[in-house]
């Protein structure tokens, strides 16, 4: 298993992973309109939203979108599930969904659905940016430092789908070495690869996603029309 708190929810990167992503935003959401999906304690808000038209932030998590609240006065809050937002009518030039907040779209089919609606919400010409996934984690995954089992230096359990990318992470007392299965009250998340991202976007309306080496990103944009011939 790996040391890094890259699933983390208020730290879901290294410092200078997390230094380098928030520069390219603040770049690349400059005067644009801007929707936060799974906010959190507002980690990106804090950087952007001063510098962006108008900044959204969404979460479904009251007491961590009181704390969104907190970074600037800005920041329009939404108390919601980032699968559906309920902006019907609001045009955004970006929509946000970082942290590795994707990973938590453990099904594909539930995750399309929501591209798809966040398609609807995306101007023309905007941009879906999620986090590089497959860069940042699919590696350690293939290095063999994410495995099954207790990890009693890291102080986790981590349990994979005996037929897909995807898994559940147990700290204190969730870990119980005996139970090998994902259980009922547990979220699973999914360790995107770029094909399973690919097929995911096409199906959902976008072109396929562009890597920003020099953001840490995935950026998405709007499939045009086919032009007769």
């Known amino acids: 298993m790996s040391h890094r708190d890259d699933i983390g929810a208020t730290a879901p990167h290294e410092q200078p992973y997390s230094d380098r992503q928030l520069a390219w935003l603040r770049a690349s959401c400059r005067d644009q309109r801007v929707l936060d999906l799974g906010c959190g304690d507002g980690r990106v808000a804090a950087e952007v939203s001063s510098d962006a038209t108008r900044y959204v932030a969404l979460d479904r998590d009251p007491e961590a979108l009181a704390r969104c609240g907190e970074v600037g006065d800005r920041v329009e809050l939404v108390e919601a599930d980032l699968q559906r937002p309920p902006l019907e009518g609001s045009q955004f030039d970006r929509v946000l969904c970082l ?131």
């Open 99 to 229: 942290g590795n907040t994707f990973c938590l779209l453990a099904d594909v089919d539930a995750a399309v659905a929501a591209m798809q609606n966040w398609r609807t919400l995306l101007h023309e010409d905007g941009l879906l940016v999620l986090d590089d996934i497959p860069q940042s984690l699919w590696p350690e995954v293939a290095e063999g430092h994410w495995v099954n089992g207790v990890s009693d230096e890291a102080g986790m359990q981590l349990v994979w789908a005996s037929d897909d990318a995807v898994m559940v992470i147990r700290t204190g007392s969730d870990i119980d070495p005996d139970a090998s299965t994902f259980r009922d009250t547990e979220r699973p998340m999914r360790v995107w690869t770029s094909g399973a991202l690919r097929l995911a976007a096409r199906i959902a309306g976008f072109d396929p996603p562009e890597h920003h080496a020099d953001g840490g990103v995935l950026v998405l944009r709007p499939a045009r029309p086919a032009r007769p011939t």
